[in-house]
């Protein structure tokens, strides 16, 4: 019997990341029928990357304010999505991540016990205010999800933890692996650099920094480091799309603005960013989401932060947390630029994140969870994770 399947997205990554899920499911259509719900968290962005990947929002909320607030939102999210799945009933609703939409959807569908699946689920930074609100928002969606779907088999290890039962636990990979394996065999990345850089072969440093806990001090710490690398690297060029918020364009324009080969570039979309990450040499971020893309490329990521809640790279030397020390930061990408050794070792490796079939391992849980089957998955179909497992026994 064919069950209604609600997909709630709102933010850009959350479109990416469950794309891949809305198309596996269409393949089943005698067992699923998928019904995307979008709250417009970041509208323009959210339906552009929907129109690449073929996926059309059946229900749209459009909630998205100027300036608003957290709890603005929640609140906005909370009722319309009441509403909604009181005039569209649902089998069950799967949520993604961390963001607003998925904590404040998972609570609206508890309420109206409709039974929620967590994509991406069992993230920790073991820090509820690194990252901010995002530690929160996954941790309280927890509580109110029947199926959770971890990533890496450390994630499921942190929903343990937490005594979420074994079998309500499902090792997928990341569905971000099969969103850009996708976009890759539709050759949408292939995109030159942006305006004003010469592409003359020189080694990009590619950075992203505009996490709220990277304001103010850290910022310029980051931005200082950039300027020193610049000037001890005389071959390097450093790309930076800047985030329109005035707490980040007005640090980094007042740090960076005018410098020789520090190319500030205005926010580029999904695709373009994929191609700068495919060619760039290093990456410098606080992203969470880049931490997981990089390593598809096999690019080494200093990770500006103090804590993380993807470490798996880390674990398999793929990436490094370095914080927003001056020192740090200099001192770990000077070693990668400096040293072809120091580099390969980085650089090498398979991707802990995933292996491309994160949305096949959940249509087939799914099914089986919806038909009141368990185990959902058996041992040798769950995602192994490139010797995390392994990390996590040790």
Request: include cysteine.
């Given at each position: 019997?064919?069950?209604?399947?609600?997909?709630?997205?709102?933010?850009?990554?959350?479109?990416?990341?469950?794309?891949?899920?809305?198309?596996?499911?269409?393949?089943?259509?005698?067992?699923?029928?998928p019904?995307v719900?979008?709250?417009?968290?970041?509208?323009?962005?959210?339906?552009q990357?929907?129109?690449?990947?073929?996926?059309?929002?059946?229900l749209?909320?459009?909630?998205?304010r100027?300036n608003?607030?957290?709890?603005?939102?929640?609140?906005?999210?909370?009722?319309s999505m009441?509403?909604?799945?009181?005039?569209?009933?649902?089998?069950?609703?799967?949520?993604?991540?961390?963001?607003?939409?998925?904590?404040?959807?998972?609570?609206?569908?508890?309420?109206?016990?409709?039974?929620?699946?967590?994509?991406?689920?069992?993230?920790?930074?073991?820090?509820?205010?690194?990252?901010?609100p995002?530690?929160?928002?996954?941790?309280?969606?927890?509580?109110?999800t029947?199926?959770?779907?971890?990533?890496?088999?450390?994630?499921?290890?942190?929903?343990?933890?937490?005594?979420?039962?074994a079998?309500?636990?499902?090792?997928?990979?990341?569905?971000?692996?099969?969103?850009?394996?996708?976009?890759?065999?539709?050759?949408?990345?292939?995109?030159?650099?942006p305006?004003?850089?010469?592409?003359?072969?020189?080694p990009?440093?590619?950075?992203?920094?505009?996490?709220r806990?990277?304001?103010?001090?850290?910022?310029?710490?980051?931005?200082?480091?950039?300027?020193?690398?610049?000037?001890?690297?005389?071959?390097?060029?450093?790309?930076y799309?800047?985030?329109?918020?005035?707490?980040?364009?007005?640090?980094?324009?007042?740090?960076?603005?005018?410098?020789?080969?520090?190319?500030?570039v205005?926010?580029?979309?999904?695709?373009?960013?994929?191609?700068?990450?495919?060619?760039?040499y290093?990456?410098?971020?606080?992203?969470g989401?880049?931490?997981?893309?990089?390593?598809?490329?096999?690019?080494p990521?200093?990770v500006?932060?103090?804590?993380?809640?993807?470490?798996?790279?880390?674990?398999?030397?793929?990436?490094?947390?370095?914080?927003?020390s001056r020192?740090?930061?200099?001192?770990?990408?000077?070693?990668?630029?400096?040293?072809?050794?120091?580099?390969?070792?980085?650089?090498?490796?398979?991707?802990?994140?995933?292996?491309?079939?994160?949305?096949?391992r959940?249509?087939?849980?799914?099914?089986?969870?919806?038909?009141g089957?368990?185990?959902?998955?058996?041992?040798?179909?769950?995602f192994?994770?490139?010797?995390?497992?392994?990390?996590?026994?040790?």
């Amino acid at each position: 019997m064919q069950k209604r399947v609600g997909i709630v997205v709102g933010t850009r990554p959350d479109a990416i990341k469950m794309a891949p899920v809305v198309l596996e499911l269409r393949r089943h259509p005698n067992e699923f029928s998928p019904v995307v719900i979008s709250t417009g968290q970041h509208r323009q962005m959210l339906d552009q990357v929907l129109q690449v990947f073929d996926v059309r929002v059946d229900l749209e909320l459009d909630l998205m304010r100027q300036n608003q607030t957290l709890s603005g939102l929640t609140q906005r999210i909370l009722e319309s999505m009441d509403t909604l799945l009181t005039r569209n009933p649902l089998d069950c609703l799967l949520v993604q991540g961390d963001t607003t939409t998925a904590f404040g959807a998972a609570l609206a569908a508890f309420y109206r016990k409709v039974p929620v699946a967590h994509v991406e689920a069992g993230l920790r930074s073991h820090d509820l205010f690194q990252p901010w609100p995002e530690e929160a928002n996954r941790r309280l969606a927890a509580v109110v999800t029947q199926l959770h779907f971890a990533p890496t088999p450390l994630a499921r290890e942190n929903l343990l933890a937490e005594a979420i039962p074994a079998e309500d636990v499902v090792v997928t990979g990341n569905t971000i692996v099969d969103a850009v394996d996708t976009l890759l065999e539709m050759q949408t990345i292939e995109h030159p650099l942006p305006q004003g850089i010469p592409d003359d072969g020189s080694p990009l440093i590619l950075v992203t920094s505009h996490r709220r806990e990277s304001w103010g001090a850290e910022l310029e710490n980051i931005c200082d480091s950039i300027v020193e690398l610049v000037d001890s690297f005389p071959h390097i060029r450093v790309v930076y799309p800047v985030h329109l918020n005035p707490n980040v364009s007005n640090t980094v324009q007042a740090r960076l603005g005018n410098r020789d080969r520090v190319h500030l570039v205005a926010p580029v979309d999904y695709f373009q960013f994929l191609s700068l990450l495919r060619r760039c040499y290093l990456v410098l971020t606080d992203s969470g989401g880049v931490q997981e893309e990089a390593p598809i490329f096999h690019k080494p990521v200093l990770v500006l932060r103090k804590v993380t809640e993807r470490p798996e790279a880390s674990l398999m030397g793929m990436a490094k947390v370095v914080g927003t020390s001056r020192e740090a930061i200099v001192h770990e990408a000077s070693q990668l630029l400096s040293s072809d050794f120091a580099y390969r070792n980085m650089a090498e490796g398979e991707c802990p994140y995933g292996d491309g079939r994160a949305a096949a391992r959940i249509a087939t849980a799914l099914s089986r969870w919806l038909q009141g089957e368990r185990p959902v998955l058996q041992d040798s179909e769950e995602f192994q994770g490139a010797g995390i497992k392994e990390q996590v026994a040790a």
